[in-house]
Nanobody, 126 residues
């Protein structure tokens, strides 16, 4: 079965950093656009960052620009999200999702993604 597994979440203080990983099994990520989503209790799901299948194009929500960096290593079938200067507002469950297309302008639209991970909790608190 096609699977995505996130890891790397945890509890950090404001200003701290975390690196999330998303590992695919059952399929190769070479042909997939990947978006990191996040969702906090009582809030709508938000697209955080996207990377095209080749890695040539990246996208970021305005709220994380300059702080988060998305990257991929297709040889390892893995996508990463480096999160720096974390804020309490970043607290959420983070999900990676895969869409079998090189890229899409509406990279933050949940309906485009056929595969989802189980999520990893990120908590930013002092």
């Amino acid at each position: 079965q096609l699977q995505l597994v996130e890891s790397g979440g945890g509890l950090v203080q404001p200003g701290g950093s975390l690196r999330l990983s998303c590992v695919a099994s059952g399929f190769t990520l070479d042909y997939y656009m990947i978006t990191w989503f996040r969702q906090a209790p009582g809030k709508e799901r938000e697209g955080v960052s996207c990377i095209s299948s080749s890695g040539a194009i990246t996208n970021y929500a305005d709220s994380v620009k300059g702080r988060f960096t998305i990257s991929r290593d297709n040889a390892k079938n893995t996508v990463y999200l480096q999160m720096n200067s974390l804020k309490p507002e970043d607290t959420a469950i983070y999900y990676c999702a895969a869409s079998r297309r090189p890229h899409a302008v509406n990279w933050y639209t949940s309906d485009l993604f056929g595969s989802w991970g189980q999520g990893t909790q990120v908590t930013v608190s002092s």
